[in-house]
């Protein structure tokens, strides 16, 4: 997925999102592929060079369709945190915290099981590994919070060139 966040920085934003709907809609359109297919097709990998340049097109046009609604995906995703962190500040759940806890377990549990060999890899193990990591991101996010400024950062470093 990490070339449609090159090609349609916009759409694959939307699609990790409240708006993933629209954002699968646009996208279905321009491949000519069933808005239930439109996963399959960009995870496969065997996209067209036609294909890429139209999903350019579809995400210039979402991105007008956007700004005519006024959609701010920062502000989305900054809000959608800050009400996250409310909930958890107003009614003092422990839940969050225990969610936190099981699954950072977890995700370092497997990872050591397997590191010393107590564990056997299997597809089913690396699926709840790769979830569990998942998971444990978001956590992270939430509790220590996470910028746009930040990823940002991360993008143009990842993008430059060695001296």
Do not use: C
């Not at 808005?35 to 294909?51: A, R």
């Not at 700004?67 to 009400?83: I, V």
Request: proline share 2%.
């Amino acid at each position: 997925m990490s070339w449609l966040e090159q090609v349609a920085p916009t759409i694959a934003t939307a699609l990790g999102g409240p708006l993933a709907g629209l954002a699968v809609s646009a996208i279905s359109k321009v491949l000519g592929v069933d808005e239930k297919d439109v996963q399959n097709t960009i995870d496969s990998g065997k996209m067209t060079s036609d294909q890429i340049a139209q999903i350019k097109i579809a995400e210039i046009e979402f991105q007008k369709q956007t700004q005519d609604l006024g959609l701010n995906f920062e502000k989305l995703a900054t809000d959608d945190r800050r009400s996250a962190r409310d909930m958890q500040s107003t009614t003092k759940s422990h839940v969050p915290a225990v969610l936190s806890y099981g699954i950072t377990i977890g995700f370092f549990g497997i990872l050591y099981a397997l590191m010393m060999g107590y564990a056997q890899k299997s597809d089913e193990l690396m699926i709840m590994l790769g979830s569990l990591g998942s998971a444990w991101v978001a956590i992270v996010s939430f509790w220590f919070g996470s910028s746009r400024s930040s990823q940002d950062k991360d993008h143009m470093l990842y993008n430059s060139k060695p001296l």
